[in-house]
C-alpha cells in the first residue's frame, strides 16, 4: 500500500514536472493515466480499511490519558469515515455505481482526512509538550543537585527585567531556548519527530484539494511522496512507529 502511495505521488510530482518543461502532451496523458490507474487501485485495497479504523478507535477509548484517549479516537473515527467516502467514490470511478456524484463524495472525503489529520497533529503538539515539560523538571532537578544557583536571566541580572531595555532581549532568549528544547526533544524521540513529518506533509493534500490552501500539484505530488517514504521507513523499522 506504502508504495503505491509513493509511486502515485510521484507520477503527479512528474507530471507537474513535464507540464512546466513543455513536456509533449501525449507523455503527460500517460503519466496522469497512470496516476489515475494508481489512485484506483488504492481505493481497492482499502475496501476494509473502515473496520479496521473502527477497532483502532474502540482500543483508544480505553487509553488512560483523557487528552490521548479523544485525539486518538476522533482521529480514528475520521479515518473511518474517511474510508467509508472512499469507498463509495471508488464504487463510482469503477463503474459499479455510476450515478454516485464522485465530486461531492471526494470532497466528504477529503473533510473527514483533514479533520483525522488535524486531530492527530494535536496528538503530536501535546506529546511534545509533555516532554519538553518533564524534560525542563529534569534539568531543574539537575540544576538544584549540583548547587548551581539561579540564573541572572531570573534575578534581574545583565538583560533582566529590572535592567533598562532588557526584557525584549530577554524575551528573545527565552524563545530561542524553548526552540531548542523543542529540537531536543524531537531528536531524541524519531518515533514523535517522524509523525510530525508525516502529518504536516500530508496536510497539505486536504488543504488543496478543499480549495482551503491551494499549493499546486507539484506541492502536493512532493509532501504526499515525502510522507509515503515516511510511512515505508516505519513499516521496515517498527521502532520508529509512535505507539500507542
Wanted: charged share 20%.
Amino acid at each position: 500500500m506504502g508504495k503505491l502511495r509513493a509511486a502515485q505521488y510521484a507520477c503527479s510530482l512528474l507530471g507537474h514536472a513535464l507540464q512546466r518543461h513543455g513536456a509533449s502532451p501525449e507523455l503527460q496523458k500517460q503519466i496522469r493515466q497512470l496516476e489515475g490507474h494508481l489512485s484506483l487501485g488504492r481505493k481497492l485495497l482499502r475496501l476494509g480499511n473502515s473496520a479496521d479504523a473502527l477497532e483502532s478507535a474502540k482500543r483508544a477509548v480505553h487509553l488512560s490519558d483523557v487528552v490521548l484517549r479523544f485525539c486518538i479516537t476522533v482521529s480514528h473515527l475520521n479515518r473511518a469515515l474517511y474510508f467509508a467516502c472512499d469507498n463509495v467514490l471508488w464504487a463510482g470511478k469503477s463503474g459499479l455505481a455510476p450515478r454516485v456524484d464522485q465530486e461531492k463524495w471526494a470532497q466528504r472525503s477529503f473533510r473527514y482526512y483533514l479533520f483525522s489529520l488535524i486531530m492527530n497533529l494535536s496528538r503530536d503538539a501535546y506529546e511534545i509538550r509533555l516532554l519538553m515539560e518533564q524534560e525542563t523538571s529534569a534539568h531543574s532537578r539537575r540544576m538544584k543537585i549540583s548547587g548551581v544557583g539561579v540564573s541572572g536571566l531570573e534575578t534581574g541580572g545583565p538583560g533582566g527585567p529590572g535592567t533598562p531595555g532588557g526584557c525584549l532581549p530577554q524575551l528573545a532568549l527565552k524563545f530561542r531556548l524553548r526552540i531548542l528544547l523543542l529540537a531536543r526533544v524531537l531528536r531524541d524521540h524519531p518515533p514523535l519527530l517522524l509523525d510530525v513529518l508525516r502529518n504536516a506533509c500530508d496536510l497539505f493534500i486536504p488543504l488543496d484539494k478543499l480549495g482551503l490552501w491551494r499549493c499546486g500539484p507539484g506541492i502536493v505530488g512532493l509532501c504526499g511522496l515525502i510522507s509515503s517514504v515516511l510511512s515505508i521507513l516505519t513499516l521496515i523499522c517498527p521502532w520508529l512507529r509512535l505507539k500507542p
